[in-house]
């Protein structure tokens, strides 16, 4: 890849990157002009999107995406794990909500936020690390093929 190609494509990367920060940060930030900032949603409102379904099937490729033993699994078995995760947790979340006292629930708000604030951290910082890998990559290309 030729110094001009790379720099074309570093300012690409470089647009999308201020284009993200400005359709998805900033909107954020405004909302809560002279109020706290964003936090992290409250573990009972989680709780009731999964037993309306929302998000079941991201929370359940998330967590078996970089499972050795799941992805060695045949077709049929993950079909019928992935059946059963999909009725499982909106039903398990449905029990939690029902059997569990608000009480318990008031207790455990703030290690709720303290955990999905770190999971939101590391999910941005996985995110900076694809890009930065990708750039690198893209980098190590430039210079190994500009001769």
Known sequence: MSKLRFMALWMLASMLAVVLVLVFVFPVF???LGEEAPEAPELVAVL???TQGVGV???IAFLFEKLTW???TGAKAKWWIIFGLSMGLPMLAQLLLQFIPP???TML???WRVIATGFMIWVGSQGIHMVDRYLTQARAKSSCCST
């Open 57 to 59: 099937g991201a929370v």
């Open 109 to 111: 708000e703030p290690y």
């Open 70 to 72: 799941f992805q060695s």
């Open 30 to 32: 405004a909302a809560t």
């Open 103 to 105: 009480d318990v629930w």
């Open 48 to 50: 009731r999107l999964l």
